[in-house]
């Protein structure tokens, strides 16, 4: 994660701490001992479909080195009450939710009018984009399209549910407390990548046509964790593929039952997405949702059937140590800072 603050006076030690979380040095999980994938894809992808695959990944590469990030805490003392001009605060609520109450000179883009032209005119090239929504989630999801269009954008953690709970439609709810492990999964490599078909075959119309598909689906990208606590319970769990994208020392202190270790950092490489089945629902955790949103959208971008996990590690099991050393600051975006909000009057 990367705190963005600008023209910082100061900057407390939890934000160093988070920024020491962005680029770390993390290494892969990888071999043999997954029984649910010993047999990899022997199919082959066509020229075309790799060539696509290849521009979306060079494309994610660089977020996922270094996810950004704005506490609401930063976006209320600079952008609301400082005033901050290089700053333009996007909310991804529905029109009706965003009536009744957002941040403050937030700008309404309705999250699945994202990829719509009429919505990209609206976004300057030449300031930071804050991206708001009910829980942060979509805020991600939308945070790593917009950096891959080569916008500036960055997502503010927990959305409403931390800056105002009773705006938020989603807002976050205490963790059930679901068990952890700390044993090694591996993962098979040599699966190859999905075939991804478009009509566009680079630039910024392949990412535009690319996301309006996946979000035009009709499916959720996101997964509560009641529903894959069951998922996990049936037949094995053998129905989902469960990535973890935690640094591998946090993955060793505590992870979701079932899960491998892909860290965040090397997602967008072809040899994690290498590790990945196919035929299976792939549930990605982070630590409370927000990068594995943005890695759930890359992987369904280049075909995979793929899920965030909603609130990640934190909403699965908020007291394990898999939660690493922002444990303390993470449970503290749980905390309802009720700050102020606009609504839309009615006429």
Same mark, same amino acid.
């Given at each position: 994660?990367?705190?963005?603050?600008?023209? =910082?006076?100061?900057?407390?030690?939890?934000?160093?701490?988070?920024?020491?979380?962005?680029?770390?040095?993390?290494? +892969?999980?990888? #071999?043999?001992?997954?029984?649910?994938?010993?047999?990899?894809?022997?199919?082959?992808?066509?020229?075309?479909? @790799?060539?696509?695959?290849?521009?979306?990944?060079?494309?994610?590469? $660089?977020?996922? $080195? @270094?996810?950004? *990030?704005?506490? @609401?805490?930063?976006?209320?003392?600079?952008?609301?009450?400082?005033?901050?001009?290089?700053? *333009? &605060? !996007?909310?991804?609520?529905?029109?009706?939710? *965003?009536?009744? #109450?957002?941040?403050?000179? @937030?700008?309404?883009?309705?999250?699945?009018?994202?990829?719509?032209?009429?919505?990209?005119? +609206?976004?300057?090239?030449?300031?930071?984009? !804050?991206?708001? =929504?009910?829980?942060?989630?979509?805020?991600?999801?939308?945070?790593?399209?917009?950096?891959?269009?080569?916008?500036?954008?960055?997502?503010?953690?927990?959305?409403?549910?931390?800056?105002?709970?009773?705006?938020? $439609?989603?807002?976050?709810?205490?963790?059930?407390?679901?068990?952890?492990?700390?044993?090694?999964?591996?993962?098979?490599?040599?699966?190859?990548?999905?075939?991804?078909?478009?009509?566009?075959?680079?630039?910024?119309?392949?990412?535009?046509?690319?996301?309006?598909?996946?979000?035009?689906? #009709?499916?959720?990208?996101?997964?509560?964790?009641?529903?894959?606590?069951?998922?996990?319970?049936?037949? #094995?769990?053998?129905?989902?593929?469960?990535?973890?994208?935690?640094?591998?020392?946090?993955?060793?202190?505590?992870?979701?039952?079932?899960?491998?270790? &892909?860290?965040?950092?090397?997602?967008?490489?072809?040899?994690?997405?290498?590790?990945?089945?196919?035929?299976?629902?792939?549930?990605? !955790? =982070?630590?409370?949702?927000?990068?594995?949103?943005?890695?759930?959208?890359?992987?369904?971008?280049?075909?995979?059937?793929?899920?965030?996990?909603?609130?990640?590690?934190?909403?699965?099991?908020?007291?394990?140590?898999?939660?690493?050393?922002?444990? $303390? *600051?993470?449970?503290?975006?749980?905390?309802?800072?009720?700050?102020?909000?606009?609504? &839309?009057?009615?006429?």
């Amino acid at each position: 994660m990367r705190v963005r603050r600008t023209n =910082c006076k100061s900057i407390t030690s939890m934000a160093i701490l988070l920024l020491s979380l962005a680029v770390p040095a993390w290494s +892969l999980a990888g #071999g043999p001992g997954d029984g649910a994938a010993q047999h990899p894809d022997q199919s082959v992808q066509s020229p075309a479909s @790799a060539q696509l695959s290849e521009e979306i990944l060079k494309r994610s590469t $660089a977020f996922f $080195a @270094a996810p950004p *990030f704005m506490t @609401a805490e930063n976006v209320y003392e600079d952008l609301v009450k400082g005033g901050e001009q290089g700053y *333009f &605060i !996007v909310s991804l609520q529905s029109r009706a939710d *965003f009536a009744r #109450g957002h941040v403050p000179g @937030a700008v309404n883009i309705p999250f699945e009018e994202v990829t719509e032209q009429k919505s990209l005119d +609206l976004l300057p090239r030449d300031k930071k984009i !804050v991206l708001t =929504c009910d829980d942060g989630h979509r805020s991600m999801v939308a945070s790593l399209y917009f950096n891959q269009l080569g916008y500036s954008a960055t997502t503010m953690p927990l959305g409403l549910s931390h800056w105002n709970r009773a705006s938020s $439609a989603a807002p976050y709810t205490a963790s059930p407390k679901y068990p952890v492990i700390t044993e090694k999964k591996d993962a098979v490599p040599g699966q190859k990548l999905p075939r991804v078909v478009a009509k566009a075959v680079a630039g910024n119309e392949l990412i535009t046509e690319r996301t309006r598909a996946v979000l035009k689906s #009709g499916r959720s990208l996101f997964m509560d964790r009641s529903e894959l606590y069951r998922e996990a319970a049936k037949d #094995g769990g053998k129905g989902v593929f469960v990535v973890s994208i935690q640094r591998p020392e946090d993955y060793g202190a505590g992870h979701v039952p079932g899960a491998v270790n &892909i860290p965040f950092n090397q997602i967008a490489s072809k040899e994690s997405l290498a590790k990945l089945p196919k035929d299976r629902k792939i549930v990605v !955790v =982070c630590y409370i949702g927000h990068m594995a949103a943005s890695a759930t959208l890359m992987l369904n971008q280049v075909g995979y059937e793929a899920y965030d996990l909603r609130f990640g590690t934190l909403g699965w099991n908020d007291e394990t140590e898999g939660l690493g050393k922002l444990k $303390a *600051f993470m449970l503290s975006m749980t905390e309802n800072r009720n700050y102020p909000v606009e609504g &839309i009057k009615e006429r």
